[in-house]
């Protein structure tokens, strides 16, 4: 897993460029202000999850604990039920009792 840093506004502030490339090598930045931490930066998690390059991805591919897909996600057909429009708002009305 990769390291936690904290440090103060002013710190972060003077090394911003230092600090970012600290994050982009994965390094996690907690931004304290005084004795609080009000501030997280981090990679960002959703593009690198779909890549398996997630650092708790990586982690967790790692320990064996998951296995990348083997093949490209696939869109799901039309689905084979068919009822009219407001069906469904019909259903949570008369679930809800209105």
């Not at 972060?12 to 004795?35: C, F, H, M, Q």
């Not at 869109?75 to 809800?96: F, N, Q, V, W």
């Amino acid at each position: 897993m990769k390291r936690t840093k904290v440090v103060g506004i002013r710190e972060l502030e003077n090394n911003l460029s230092a600090y970012l490339r600290e994050v982009k090598l994965g390094t996690r930045i907690l931004v304290k202000d005084g004795d609080v931490v009000v501030a997280e930066l981090r990679e960002p998690s959703l593009e690198a999850a779909e890549n398996n390059e997630h650092p708790l991805v990586q982690y967790w591919i790692e320990k064996g604990w998951l296995r990348p897909a083997t093949r490209p996600k696939t869109p799901m057909g039309k689905s084979p039920i068919s009822l009219p429009d407001g069906t469904a708002k019909y259903l949570l009305d008369l679930e809800r009792g209105e």
